[in-house]
């Protein structure tokens, strides 16, 4: 991960060389001499950390911390200041500096703290991006499963909205995959390398929400010692994902409302407005038009989100998806847990694809995960199968599928699919599907499919 950006400004050259060699191991340390030329810096660049002394010539620290916190994403300010003038400390804080720290014996450690805490306020950004850049190949658009003519239908409609700013409402049962389909279009999008800040709105009571999506000022209500930034301001050029939308309360739905409609707002307790570019996708596991007719979630807000609304089916509307997932996840499962588990009789997948699967694929992914850390074999058999499942499964609801593919067709399938995609290229088609270069060789020949 980059390095936190620190800026030091101070027209003594013994406190700028001072506090770069400290701080040069964990952080990028830039320098200015003068408040005119840290401004320039500041302009031309983000910048996480700003250490300011107030006493310079020409733009001084003051001059200068107002015209950092006016700028898009302010950087956090430090102040430094001499022992002795603690009104002017004072000010500094009332102007938007974080911490103040006197000159001339400054405490390294104390700063180290200072700038660690200050990060940590935007450390939610940092974390989402570097986790993103984890999941970014698993949330490509590749690693979504789906054969089925209904998730065809679902890719199409992600493809199409993907690179328009348009909201998106998702829709569908727990489970069904609302959250990874929200990933990949934020991945399919011009967006793509700006936050995707995911929200889950039943998570919190109201008042919570409200500071976690629009942020805080300082002692805008008791307990909030410092200042707040909110997930909308996070998610600033990027996606903010809200989860659960038919959970938020009356209030937080036209707060909600005015953001869509303006794509502004003020932090809790702030005078100032806002602005953001964000797109923003909802999703939902309850029937909102439902909720609207009974009144209990607005029309408008309703209309709003729903510009584009894509509904995932239920796994069960597309049992034949079962085999292709079956496969990825044994492949996933059995690598995460050190085991290898390659094979399945075929009446486990009958009964795989007969089952309802109420959690859908979250609970087929949870299942095939427990059938490999139980193996006792490479083989999985029917005795592996978790007795609910066994017990819950209506064969004759897959009377036609009965003969339909074994896990090792499925595999077959998912490379053949994958190669297809990729074009012939063997090294991203092992990497996709999550098998190393060499096993994908050997499943060629097994399968035939060496000249693919
Ligand atoms: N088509 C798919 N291909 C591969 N994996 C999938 C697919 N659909 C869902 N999954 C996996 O199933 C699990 C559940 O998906 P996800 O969290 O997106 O569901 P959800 O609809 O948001 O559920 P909930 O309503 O409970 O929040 C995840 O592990 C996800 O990776
Ligand atoms: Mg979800």
Redesign the pocket.
């Known amino acids: 991960m980059n390095k936190p950006i620190v800026l030091v400004a101070d027209d003594e050259r013994g406190t700028r060389e001072g506090l770069e060699r400290a701080l040069q191991d964990r952080y990028a340390v830039l320098v200015a001499e003068d408040g005119q030329k840290a401004l320039q810096l500041l302009e031309g660049r983000h910048v996480d950390v700003l250490i300011t002394d107030l006493k310079m010539p020409g733009l001084d620290g003051m001059g200068l911390l107002k015209r950092a916190m006016a700028l898009q994403k302010p950087p956090v300010c430090i102040v430094m200041t001499a022992y002795g003038s603690i009104e002017s400390a004072v000010e500094a804080m009332q102007a938007g500096a974080y911490h103040y720290l006197t000159k001339p014996n400054i405490n390294l450690d104390e700063l180290e703290l200072v700038i660690q805490r200050a990060l940590n306020t935007r450390q939610i950004e940092v974390e989402n991006v570097s986790l993103r850049e984890q999941l970014d190949h698993k949330f490509g658009m590749e ?4 054969k089925s003519s209904a ?1 065809q239908q679902v890719f199409d409609i992600v493809q199409q909205v993907a690179p328009t700013r348009a909201t998106a409402l ?1 829709t ?10 929200a990933h990949a279009i934020h991945n399919l999008s011009l967006r793509k390398k700006a936050p995707f800040i995911a929200v889950h709105a039943a998570a919190l009571p109201s008042t919570l929400l409200e500071s976690e999506l629009f942020g805080h000022e300082k002692g805008a209500f008791t307990g909030s010692v410092e200042r707040r930034i909110g997930r909308f301001e996070l998610a600033d050029g990027g996606t903010l994902f809200l ?2 939308i038919g959970e938020l309360e009356p209030q937080m739905q036209v707060k909600l409302l005015r953001v869509l409609e303006e794509r502004a707002f003020e932090r809790l307790g702030g005078q100032k407005t806002i602005e953001v570019d964000v797109r923003l996708i909802a ?1 939902t ?1 309850k029937d909102l038009r439902k909720q609207v007719a009974e009144g209990k979630f607005r029309d408008d807000l309703f209309y709003r989100l729903s510009v584009v609304t894509i509904p ?1 089916p239920p796994l069960r509307e597309r049992r034949d ?1 079962i085999p292709l ?1 079956v496969a ?2 044994l492949r996933q499962c059995s690598e995460e847990n050190g085991k290898s588990v390659t094979e399945l009789t075929p009446d486990v997948i009958n009964v795989l694809m007969a089952y309802d699967w109420p959690g ?3 609970e ?2 949870n299942t095939v995960e427990q059938m490999v850390v139980l193996a006792r074999s490479e083989k999985l058999t029917l005795r592996d199968v978790p007795a609910v499942i066994r017990g819950g499964a209506d064969l004759t609801k897959i009377a036609v599928v009965r003969t339909g593919m074994t896990v090792e067709e499925a595999e077959k399938e998912l490379i053949v699919q994958a190669l297809k995609e990729l074009k012939g290229n063997r090294t991203k088609a092992a990497e996709k599907i999550g098998m190393s270069r060499r096993t994908l060789h050997r499943k060629l020949k097994r399968y035939g499919l060496e000249e693919l």
Do not use: P, Q
């Open positions: 690693t979504i499963v789906g998730m998702i569908g049962e727990t489970g069904t995959g609302k959250e990874l389909i989860d659960e999703a596991n995932l998806d997932l990825a996840f859908n694929v979250r087929l992914r």
